[in-house]
Nanobody, 124 residues
Framework: QVQLVESGGGLVQPGGSLKLSCEFS????????IGWFRQAPGKEREGIIC????????YVSASVKGRFTMSADLLKNTNDLEMNELKIDDPAAYYC?????????????????WGPGTQVTVSS
């Protein structure tokens, strides 16, 4: 099992930027994929960006493509999410997660462990 903790959430104006950080520990050697998902009140969980353990496969959802980038370092046990050009439909709780698999064609498969989340609010 992997323990994850997110940080960096907050309030940002539309068009602004925010960087989320994730630190994890535990059975890191068992990680197959890692990524971020978000969930807004009353909405389903949305997997937005992930990569395979070796980084050969990556997936970015259409909703954040060109605006969000992920930097996972399995040696430092960190996974950062850089968010740019934030929009009014981006607010949600953001979660760092490990996955059974992440592929460029299918995306997220098998959520395994995730942190308590960090809240992102976009408002002027």
């Amino acid at each position: 099992q992997v323990q994850l903790v997110e940080s960096g959430g907050g309030l940002v104006q539309p068009g602004g930027s925010l960087k989320l950080s994730c630190e994890f520990s535990g059975s890191v050697h068992e990680i197959h994929g890692i990524g971020w998902f978000r969930q807004a009140p009353g909405k389903e969980r949305e997997g937005i960006i992930c990569s395979s353990k070796n980084g050969n496969e990556t997936y970015v959802s259409a909703s954040v493509k060109g605006r969000f980038t992920m930097s996972a370092d399995l040696l430092k046990n960190t996974n950062d999410l850089e968010m740019n050009e934030l929009k009014i439909d981006d607010p949600a709780a953001y979660y760092c997660t490990t996955l059974f698999s992440c592929t460029s064609r299918v995306g997220f498969m098998g959520y395994e462990d995730w942190g308590p989340g960090t809240q992102v609010t976009v408002s002027s």
